[in-house]
């Protein structure tokens, strides 16, 4: 009972503006309905730790307007291969000329040149990587608008990689991407596709995007 | 999970000439990620990015701007700005929307300049959907405390846009 005899109404709760006493109900019901400050806003959705397959999926995909993804040590078995990304909606892959991409590659040995294709069947994760010892990607993907039904889905990438070739040579590229149909996505696919390959793929979400 | 991307705030707007988000920058974080949504509109071309101080929205020749035009449809285009009002060409959008990321280095500290860098997807609707992309990096030459971002298209306005800044510890 405040002064006066009223009775207050609980304040509104927001992230950032939380006001009064939780107990640890509260505090779980408050997350859920992304009403309670608690800081660590990139939240980790899976990792996956690959080796000996051609392809793996990311189906949890939250409820994110914004996902990154980071690819670590990615190496392919067939020499000077890539990791190549597609979208599945309610189970169908999206495998035809829905995709395009712009990316520019430099090496360090002095080979700078520009990627790009306005009727292409994947999206790029990692760039003509090695098979030799330490030949492999690094790599982070931003995701736009993959769940959401009346947009495109948009990418940009950067990538940091030891190249196949006549000697070990290091690649950079950065670029970015776009899938044209307007469909709500529910699984990211990564896939070589030539042979099996290994890496370290994580997929956050970025909250409040 | 306690990650070190921390939410500070963000602003929206569905059909505005720009887009401010003011009092995102402090002295508790020395870089900020920015995520930037929106849909399309037939007239935007390039997304441009002004910092907010003190003063206001600072429009002075101070903003040095490096890109790359990246179309899936085209050779790609070197750019260069410098003395301009806006960091130019942050991203491209033309009636397809776009995504945008910024990484933004040391905004609020009145003894250094502002650095960005930019990175961007987005769609251009003309005679078919076509890719293009931009990648950027700027400096905001002044020594100022800036306190916010201002997001203004080169023509007409942003739509469905929202704009969230995030530090990172």
């Known amino acids: 009972m405040s002064e006066y005899g009223y009775i ?20 779980y019901d408050l997350t859920r309905a992304d009403k309670y400050t608690n800081y660590g806003q990139l939240e980790l959705i899976e990792t996956q730790n690959i080796t000996g397959v051609s392809s793996t999926t990311f189906s949890n995909l939250g409820d994110y307007n914004v996902h990154f993804l980071t690819v670590n040590d990615f190496q392919p078995i067939q020499n000077g291969t890539d990791l190549r990304i597609r979208f599945i909606s309610n189970g169908t892959e999206y495998t ?74 290091f690649y950079m590229a950065f670029g970015s991407g776009v899938q044209t149909s307007a469909v709500s996505m529910d699984t990211i696919k990564l896939y070589n596709a030539y042979n099996n390959y290994e890496a370290d793929i994580s997929l956050y979400g970025i909250r409040y995007s | 999970m306690a990650t070190n991307l921390q939410f500070i705030k963000s602003a929206s707007g569905t059909s505005v000439s720009s887009l401010s988000v003011t009092d995102c920058f402090s002295s508790e974080y020395d870089v900020y990620n920015v995520n930037l949504i929106m849909d399309g509109s037939t007239t935007n071309k390039d997304i441009r990015l002004q910092y907010i101080y003190s003063g206001g929205t600072d429009t002075t020749a101070n903003y040095v701007t490096a890109a790359l035009f ?32 910024y990484t933004i280095f040391n905004p609020n500290d009145s003894s250094s300049y502002t650095f960005l860098n930019s990175q961007s997807s987005g ?9 293009v992309g931009t990648k950027a990096i700027g400096v905001h030459q002044v020594t100022q405390a800036n306190t916010g971002i201002n997001i203004v298209p080169s023509t007409s306005t942003l739509e469905n846009i929202k704009v969230s800044v995030y530090g990172v510890k």
């Open chain 1, 8 to 27: 207050p109404e609980a304040p509104e709760q927001s992230f950032g503006n939380n006001k009064g006493i939780f107990n640890p109900k509260d505090i």
């Open chain 1, 96 to 169: 035809g000329s829905f995709y395009q991409r712009a990316l520019q590659y430099g090496t360090n040995g002095g080979t700078f040149a520009e990627e790009k294709s306005t009727t292409g069947t994947y999206l790029r994760a990692t760039f003509n990587t090695g098979n030799a010892t330490n030949e492999k990607t690094s790599s982070y993907t931003y995701f736009y608008n993959l769940l959401d039904n009346t947009k495109y889905n948009f990418t940009s990438h950067q990538i940091s990689n030891i190249g196949a070739g006549s000697h070990p040579e």
């Open chain 2, 70 to 101: 990246q179309g899936s449809y085209t050779g790609f285009i070197e750019l260069r700005y410098s003395g301009q009002s806006s960091h130019l060409v942050t991203g491209y959008n033309y009636d397809g929307g776009t995504g945008i990321n």
């Open chain 2, 123 to 131: 769609a251009y609707n003309s005679s078919g959907v076509k890719l």
